[in-house]
């Protein structure tokens, strides 16, 4: 087994990236802390190393930081279609990002000002092991779901002991 520090960056490929990070920016604060530009780099490199079409290549990579949590690395490839449909949330490989906030009502309400697409919700789980977490899921501009929690305490999983999961607002 290795040791892990913990979680550093999610990666995402996003049809435009320009517009990827002005939403996270403009939405969630976000801060852009590096661009790489054009990866430089031959077919070879792409199919052994990063298990793509040759023929691909890296336009941009943009790492943002988003509060106190994980790094957000976002990528554009040239050579894909861009309009390309995402899986879906009950597809393998599909996925979505969660952002804690610590009011969800109010954020899920500023969202849907903003034009921002949420789904149904917020939504408060009153028991089993997520009881006390409240939730939301919305799109971002290019289709990928994300999520906003929010917890007022102690989820129901947490009350019988063991390890904890990690939370961006807690020393865990």
Known sequence: MISVHGLEHVGLTVPDLEKAVEFFETVFGAVTVLSTGLVDVDDEFMVKSLGVPGDRRIQDIRVLRLGNGTNLELFQYSGEDRDAPLKRNS???ACHLAFQVDDIHAAAARLREAGVDVLEG???IDS???????WVYLRAPWGQFLELVSMDGPLGYEKGGGPKAWSPVSSN
């Open 91 to 93: 597809e393998p490989g």
């Open 122 to 124: 917020p939504t408060l």
């Open 128 to 134: 089993g092991p997520m009881e006390g977490l409240n």
